[in-house]
């Protein structure tokens, strides 16, 4: 048993002083106010862990070389998949590694990699089919927080097109043959604590639907959670209503896809129509702001898909920046832009959906939250740096701290970041010599 005492917590009533929190293994024992004692002090605002609800942990090697030059989301991809190309189980290992371990140092807690590099060049399987999927929870699993690895359906190139180039290395051929080799990852993975093994269609660029309902049963047979990217272009959507005389969310909906163990990451165009699938249907929707704005997306209707229905969840997606404070105030940021109005989201909402309701997209419905029998994630944000001085309550976190004022971090009942610095040594050399065995 290990007790911290906390300067502030952010309790399901509130911000609170002085709480006690007494962690047994990886759960949270017991909640209480009271003096430290022989606790370790925890300062500053200690909220429940952050769930990075949509990774591509590969795509951290492209920070600060897109940025360069013009461009849009297609021309962005193309230099995505150059380095698609060149990743192995080894050097995706240590990539993924050192991209978590970034994540860990600004709070999160539980990663949701949406994983698609399934096979070696030329699409050929590797011995282990899912190698590459396993190096990602061996990844996460050196670095410190819970991953659900969410294997993702993806066949074709766009719609009606084949796969081509480094796409190859994504492709099982069909759902059928995806299922059998997901069947085999969610085996490997099965009784592994802090792992789940979920599922996710690409989008509709790159599964037809007759493809869909395989994807799906897989989904509702483990009880597992089900992603997918969903309308991120206009010319995604136009191309799917040209084909299938359909939206991307209405093809999704009548093929089983949508549900309240579902996400709809970005959905960023949407009709009326639309909004009314996935908000009655409860499924999740998951923002990325910073890539959203980074790929010239555009901006999602946030604020309306949660007033009818659909919780919202963050993620940081391409990596183009990592600090989940960011992408919340972000919502609420860019629902100003768009109507020109102030105060859309109470930063309680916001800190829900980088907490509880992300932990629950991804299969953990018992973390995010500073409770007896949760998880125990304890994500300690200082209150007195350059950017939080002066700042209270909920605002201080989500309007006022970065990734940088995180100074502990506490992961499943294991403390993996002390004074600002993770357990495994210098993120930053990680990071740099990962990538640079990319370039």
Not at 218 to 225: G, L, T, V, W
Not at 313 to 337: C, P, Q, Y
Not at 339 to 347: I, Q, V
Request: hydrophobic share 40%.
């Amino acid at each position: 048993m290990t007790t911290y005492w906390c300067e502030y917590a952010w309790l399901p009533e509130g911000l609170t002083r002085s709480v006690l929190v007494e962690v047994d293994g990886e759960r949270i024992a017991r909640v209480t106010q009271g003096e430290p004692g022989t606790a370790t002090r925890l300062a500053g605002l200690t909220l429940p862990g952050l769930a990075n609800a949509h990774s591509h942990a590969f795509h951290r090697a492209l920070r600060g070389a897109t940025q360069r030059g013009k461009g849009d989301f297609w021309t962005w991809r193309d230099q995505m998949y150059e380095v698609a190309a060149k990743l192995d189980p080894e050097s995706y290992l240590r990539l993924a590694t050192a991209v978590y371990a970034e994540m860990a140092l600004a709070g999160v807690t539980c990663v949701g990699e949406f994983h698609y590099l399934h096979h070696g060049p030329g699409g050929v399987p590797y011995d282990e089919p899912n190698e590459m999927g396993l190096a990602l929870v061996e990844a996460a699993r050196a670095a410190g927080v819970r991953i659900t690895l969410l294997d993702t359906c993806y066949l074709t190139g766009g719609v009606g097109t084949a796969l081509a180039g480094a796409q190859v290395r994504f492709g099982d051929g069909n759902a059928e043959r995806w299922a059998v080799r997901a069947e085999g990852l969610a085996s490997a993975l099965r009784g592994r604590s802090g792992v789940v093994a979920g599922a996710a269609i690409h989008s509709v660029r790159a599964v037809p639907p007759e493809q869909m309902p395989t994807v799906a049963e897989f989904s509702h047979h483990h009880a597992a959670p089900l992603h997918m990217h969903v309308s991120e272009q206009r010319a995604e959507n136009d191309a799917c209503v040209e084909r299938y005389a359909a939206t991307p969310v209405q093809l999704l909906h009548e093929h089983g896809a949508l549900g309240p163990r579902s996400t709809a990451v970005h959905a960023t165009h949407l009709t009326e129509v639309d909004v009314q699938l996935l908000g009655q249907s409860r499924t999740y929707v998951c923002m990325c702001p910073t890539t959203e704005r980074d790929l010239a997306d555009g901006i999602g209707p946030a604020r309306t898909l949660f007033e009818h229905g659909s919780p919202i969840t963050l993620g940081s997606d391409s990596h183009a920046v990592i600090d989940l404070f960011e992408e919340a105030r972000a919502v609420e940021l860019n629902e100003r832009l768009a109507t020109e109005r102030r105060g859309h989201w109470p930063a309680a909402d916001l800190l829900a959906a980088a907490t509880s309701a992300g932990h629950a997209s991804l299969g953990f419905p018992d973390a995010g939250l500073l409770v007896a029998g949760a998880w125990a994630d304890l994500v300690s944000v200082r209150l007195d740096s350059v950017r939080t001085a002066g700042a209270t309550g909920a605002e201080a976190a989500v309007f006022a701290a970065g990734a940088a004022d995180v100074h502990s971090v506490v992961s499943s009942g294991r403390r993996i970041v002390t004074d600002g610095r993770h357990v495994l040594g210098e993120v930053g050399t990680l990071l740099t010599d990962s990538i640079a065995a990319l370039r």
